[in-house]
């Protein structure tokens, strides 16, 4: 395990999603805009950022929206950002629209580019163009993929549009009426090289269903079968996550 990574074991998932708020709260003084993900795990996290933004004194929290700057990790190809099963919607929904952030502060690829492979190096450049991540919130996939970096991946994957595995279509089956067909089957994905670049990385893991692939991530050797073991190369790598999820990690 990399030496400067941080294991914390909350009390429950409702105890993650506040810390990870307020280091994402932190991040947004920052240099450098913040990485952001969508699915399940965040949905509780944003909703305790938008708490926190809220009891802010009104200068201090309009001064933070006003130099808002973010980049997802990903989004389907084939779905417009105004599709509402798109990353582009959920985000618009947990924080643009609540927030009121102006066009172009919470940015995500374009789903709906023609060239999917040339969006993505796009979105590489305007990530670079903006001095890269500062922090990046990451949840973890049931294969072990982090953004949609799906296995096998090695550590020096950029950002780029790829196929998605049946397990991820499983996963995120929910959002298109529970059927892992209706999934597109691409995405364009931030790499493992925009991610470990990121001056830190907050992963964030709640619940029992995760606790075997966390296991693997963190104790095995890094390898391009469990992208997110890439992880432990970073400087600065911060682990969020409920007893359910940490109930097979060797803790002391």
Known sequence: MAPAATLLRLSDAAAVAEAAAERLLGALAGSRPVGLATGRTMEPVYAALRRRLAALPAQRRAELLAGWRSFNLDEYVGLAPSDPRSFAAAMATALAAPLELRPGQLQLPDGSAPWPEQEAQRYAVAVAAAGGIGLQLLGLGSNGHVGFNEPPCGADAPCRCLEL??????????????????????????GMVEILAAEQILLVVTGAAKAEILRRALEEPPSAALPASWLLRHPQLTVLMDPPAASRLALS
């Not at 991820?168 to 929910?174: I, M």
């Open 165 to 190: 595995t049946p397990a991820t279509a499983l996963q995120n089956a929910a959002a298109f009426g529970g059927d892992p067909a209706a999934v597109p089957r691409r995405a364009i994905t931030l």
